[in-house]
Nanobody, 128 residues
């Protein structure tokens, strides 16, 4: 099983980036997906999650209204569209997968240990 995150880079504040998470070796449509991030010197934090079917999403308050999570089960790929980026969004972003038979609640999806598989991370740097 592999989750490959990509799409990070350097962008100015106010700009946009779209992260991708390509999954292989697992039935992607059967998994919920989440995005987390870790800034230097800080703990990894929840960003967003999406139900396996794609019909329900959750967001951290800090990104609500600016970020959009989605998944294309036909392409085995998840996405995180990030708009109106802020300097404080600078972090390494990780995608993760949680079995679709497990609970899909804000509490569960916001907890790192709820996830079975993790991608390697992609760096997002927002300059002022």
């Amino acid at each position: 099983v592999q989750l490959q995150a990509s799409g990070g880079g350097l962008v100015q504040a106010g700009g946009s980036l779209r992260l991708s998470c390509a999954a292989s070796g697992l039935p992607f449509s059967s998994y919920h997906m989440g995005w987390f991030r870790q800034a230097p010197g800080k703990e990894r934090e929840f960003v967003a999650a999406i139900r396996r079917s794609g019909d329900t999403t959750y967001y951290a308050d800090s990104v609500k209204g600016r970020f959009t999570i989605s998944k294309d089960n036909a392409k085995n790929t998840g996405y995180l569209q990030m708009n109106i980026l802020k300097v404080e969004d600078t972090a390494v972003y990780f995608c993760a997968a949680r079995p679709g038979g497990a609970l899909f609640t804000p509490q569960a999806m916001g907890f790192e240990r709820s996830y079975t598989y993790w991608g390697q991370g992609t760096q997002v740097t927002v300059s002022s």
